[in-house]
């Protein structure tokens, strides 16, 4: 573990550190974006860092949004990560001793006050149970819960201001990118949230015997401390490049194998610093903050997705990115097969060990620039996923052929879900349906009687909700536009009579007023204007 950097403080109100930080960025950017483009993504990365845990949580999560950023960008977002010193050994005694209610030495028989790992959320010890067994006592930082809170609020209200003052970023939805990050953040830091992931993963991994994780020690968690095995084994990492690395990346295609396609779910951040070697020649994960899950139809229809890579079938694929999410609404089928067909043709140029099943399945969810893309949570964390475990199985093996690797386990995978599936057999279902049948007619024929034998027809309509809205607001605007119109000629025709008191001896005080009304709705009207981004 490197010697954390010491953290450098600032008198500056929270507010303004966070405004120079990202001012300071906008001026770079403004000067640079055209003449060293390339220097910003670092300097972006730079300030994120000098700001803290919410801003280097910000900038992860940004890293996943491959449709909002460029590539560079998106490479040094994921290196992010915040150089912060461990705090003092006093209040972790105190955390964990509020936490429980028992004094550390009765709690523990050792305890180590010096922690061997520090990072911006938490900081871990080492100790050691009354019954013998080693344990890592992760402490969440004294202060941070207020912080996020803080510093959540400010970024809600600078986005706010930035989207009055550049309209075209509503388009990207800026306030949900910060409802999200602020939902991620507060399962970060929630221990016990962390502790309900890994007993969901445990289910998933303990029957595999080259898989495991360090189990949480019961009772000990709660929202700022939570207390688990200590895992004694070496990085994946010094493995990169040997035998031993090709055995790791085959046990950890494995691994993902039974996690997307059996269990559903799946540890969201396989980067190298999380994947350990056991001495038993175990692979063990850690850090489960992020975990994701797929639902048994997205599992199935992401099995096909796989399939219809390995077999270069265009319509296979287009019918699995459809049942996964990834593209909605109404399009041109032939169009859409003829594209993905150009995608996974120019794939079959690359060379084995570049091949990408995480950037073909990118590449195919963003045809036609994106208008049909869409990118919900489950699958946003899923790429996310397959984006890092690749690069860590290119990393332990840079010769792996995926594709072929891939095919060698499509049996499994198929196996896998029909152990996962559920509901009844083929045969109860159909008898099932059939029972329904006499019920269902005779609704029908009761339907008819009332309707005096003519058939009732029904029409239901989805999507045109936005259609409605903009409707409703137009009309809003028109009557708004009509109502100032009319208060200006009022106002006019009143100054004209010269009828009732008057303002510094020749101003009428109604026209005064139907002036004054007639601003106030005009200044309305301009802003709803502005604020949708169209004239």
Not at 236 to 261: C, F, I, K, S, W
Not at 331 to 343: F, L, M, P
Request: charge should be positive.
């Amino acid at each position: 573990m490197s010697t954390p950097r010491p953290m450098r403080t600032s008198r500056l109100p929270r507010s303004l550190q966070i405004a120079v930080a990202l001012g300071g960025f906008g001026w770079t950017w403004w000067r640079r974006h055209r003449r060293a483009p390339d220097t910003l993504p670092a300097r972006l990365r730079e300030t994120l860092e000098g700001l803290g845990t919410t801003f280097v949580k910000l900038g992860q999560g940004l890293s996943l949004r491959r449709d909002l950023l460029p590539a560079p960008y998106l490479v040094e977002l994921e290196s992010l990560h915040a150089h912060v010193p461990p705090f003092e050994s006093a209040l972790a005694v105190a955390a964990i001793e509020s936490a429980f209610g028992q004094p550390v030495d009765q709690l523990f028989a050792e305890f180590e006050p010096v922690p061997f790992a520090a990072a911006s959320v938490a900081q871990v010890h080492r100790a050691q149970l009354p019954d013998g067994r080693t344990v890592a006592v992760k402490v969440r930082r004294p202060g941070i819960v207020a912080q996020v809170h803080a510093d959540l609020r400010l970024l809600r209200r600078f986005v706010r201001v930035c989207r009055w003052l550049l309209p075209g970023l509503r388009r990207y939805q800026p306030l949900d990118l910060i409802e999200e990050l602020g939902q991620f953040l507060h399962q970060e830091i929630d221990m016990v949230q962390e502790a309900r992931n890994m007993r969901r993963l445990a289910s998933t991994f303990d029957p595999l015997p080259y898989l495991t994780l360090p189990h949480v020690v019961e009772p000990l968690v709660a929202p700022a401390v939570i207390v688990q095995e200590f895992s004694h084994g070496a990085a994946l990492a010094t493995q990169n490049g040997t035998p031993r690395g090709r055995e790791l990346a085959g046990l950890l295609l494995d691994a993902y194998v039974h996690q997307l396609m059996g269990a559903g779910v799946f540890h969201a951040d396989p980067h190298p610093g999380n994947l350990f070697e056991l001495p038993d020649g175990r692979l063990c994960f850690h850090d489960f903050g992020s975990i994701g899950f797929l639902d048994p139809a997205s599992r199935t229809a992401f099995a096909q997705l796989i399939e219809g890579l390995v077999v270069d079938d265009a319509s296979a694929v287009l019918d699995a990115v459809v049942a996964m999410g990834f593209i909605t609404g109404p399009i041109d089928r032939r169009a859409y097969v003829r594209a993905i067909s150009e995608i996974l043709s120019s794939l079959a140029t690359l060379p084995l060990n570049e091949w990408s099943m995480a950037d073909a399945i990118w590449r195919v969810a963003r045809i036609g620039a994106g208008e049909n893309f869409r990118l919900p949570r489950h699958l946003l964390v899923l790429m996310r996923t397959l984006f890092l475990a690749e690069n860590t199985l290119r990393s332990l093996d840079p010769a792996l052929d995926l594709m072929q690797a891939l095919g060698a386990r499509a049996e499994r995978m198929a196996q896998t879900l029909r152990q996962q599936a559920v509901g009844r057999p083929m045969h109860e279902q159909l008898l099932k349906s059939a029972e329904q049948l006499p019920v269902v007619a005779m609704q029908i024929l009761r339907q008819l009687q009332l309707d005096e034998g003519r058939p009732a027809l029904s029409l239901h309509h989805r999507g045109l909700e936005p259609l409605e809205t903009t409707l409703a607001r137009t009309g809003n605007r028109l009557a708004l536009a009509l109502v100032t119109l009319g208060l200006y000629l009022a106002g006019s025709v009143m100054m004209l009579h010269g009828a009732g008191p008057r303002l510094w001896g020749h101003l009428p005080v109604l026209s005064a007023l139907a002036f004054a009304a007639a601003l106030v709705l005009s200044w309305r009207l301009v802003r709803a204007i502005s604020r949708s981004g169209h004239l």
